[in-house]
């Protein structure tokens, strides 16, 4: 049994709700990341066990935490509500500035202020913590809007009075951390923050389109890395084999696809070519071919993972691997 199932399994049996961060849920399952099938068992392992996680595994922000509680055993009125959905779309909540409140890093909090705070205790706040702007609450649930820079600015150009923070501030959009990662990037980037409400229907964070922008530049580096390494292998096969090489190892004929360039073949292809010693002999490159062979192994299995987009980042060493690689194929194809 999965260290994971057994850990939900001790839940179940001791009827007592457990709160532990979210990676720790993929650290049971034996994985690094979410991805759509791991989330669709861990969800029905849920189901078997009769618990339910608090945010749903799909929509907890990575580095927050969930509650895992034993199912209400008798409904209220109704029967008990099914999940919202239980897809893999990435959601807001897997920005890590949407849930401050709720993180495994235990400095990071939301700050706010309400708005009968003076102007100077906000500017003082922001400039304490190198923020642009600050939520402004009135109690868990409710917001009065926000105060930044820009607001402050705005008032004063305009000759307002601001002494306190009610005097110079804005109204602030604020979404689910259940809302799809896609249609909110679009929200942040025109009014360039907003505020995220969490499942307890509370006030749990701020992302902003910094936010946004660091979150995708993290994504797109895997995906620029691999597509660089795939160029620099065609580039290295170019010209080199016949049809004929290539079909003794692939066998070109079992596919439906007609191979008419290099840039038909799959990565996996690309694997299978560089495994056979007298293809490689063709290529005429002064490397090590096992250790090149075992190199781009390596990257097909990340790059597998990569193009299923997990929205969260990738764990280092992969990171790592890919850039590794990346410079190896760039010398040898430099120093030819």
């Not at 890093?105 to 906000?122: C, R, Y």
Request: some cysteine.
């Amino acid at each position: 049994m999965n260290k994971l199932e057994n850990f939900l399994l001790e839940i179940k049996k001791a009827k007592k709700a457990k709160k532990i961060p979210t990676r720790q849920i993929t650290e049971f399952y034996g994985v690094s990341r979410r991805g759509w099938r791991v989330i669709e068992r861990v969800n029905s392992w849920l189901t078997k066990h009769e618990l339910i996680m608090e945010p749903t595994f799909e929509s907890a922000n990575f580095y927050g935490f969930v509650k895992i509680s034993p199912k209400p055993t008798i409904a209220v009125k109704s029967e008990l509500k099914k999940p919202k959905y239980s897809d893999a779309i990435p959601r807001l909540g897997i920005i890590k500035s949407s849930d401050l409140n709720n993180s495994e890093q235990s400095e990071l909090e939301l700050i706010t202020v309400n708005k009968e705070n003076t102007l100077d205790e906000a500017i003082s706040l922001m400039i304490m913590n190198n923020y642009s702007q600050l939520p402004i609450l009135t109690s868990k649930r409710e917001v009065y809007g926000i105060i930044s820079w820009k607001t402050i600015g705005k008032a004063l150009s305009l000759g307002k009075k601001c002494l306190k923070v009610a005097d110079c501030y804005e109204q602030v959009e604020v979404l689910n951390f259940d809302e799809p990662l896609f249609k909110a990037v679009k929200i942040i980037l025109e009014r360039e923050v907003v505020l995220v409400r969490n499942f307890k229907k509370e006030i749990s964070g701020i992302v902003t389109s910094t936010d946004i922008g660091e979150q995708f530049l993290i994504l797109s580096e895997p995906f620029l890395l691999i597509e660089q390494i795939e160029n620099f292998i065609r580039i290295l096969l170019n010209e080199k084999l016949t049809y004929d090489d290539i079909n003794k190892v692939l066998d070109l004929e079992q596919y439906e696809k007609e191979i008419n360039h290099i840039s038909d073949l799959t990565f996996g292809h690309y694997v299978r070519i560089f495994e056979n010693e007298n293809l490689f002999k063709k290529i005429e490159i002064n490397v090590n071919r096992v250790m090149l062979q075992k190199m781009l192994v390596d990257v097909n299995k990340i790059r597998n993972e990569v193009m299923h987009f997990n929205p969260e980042a990738m764990e280092e060493s992969d990171l790592l691997t890919l850039r590794k690689t990346q410079n190896f194929l760039q010398q040898i194809i430099e120093n030819k």
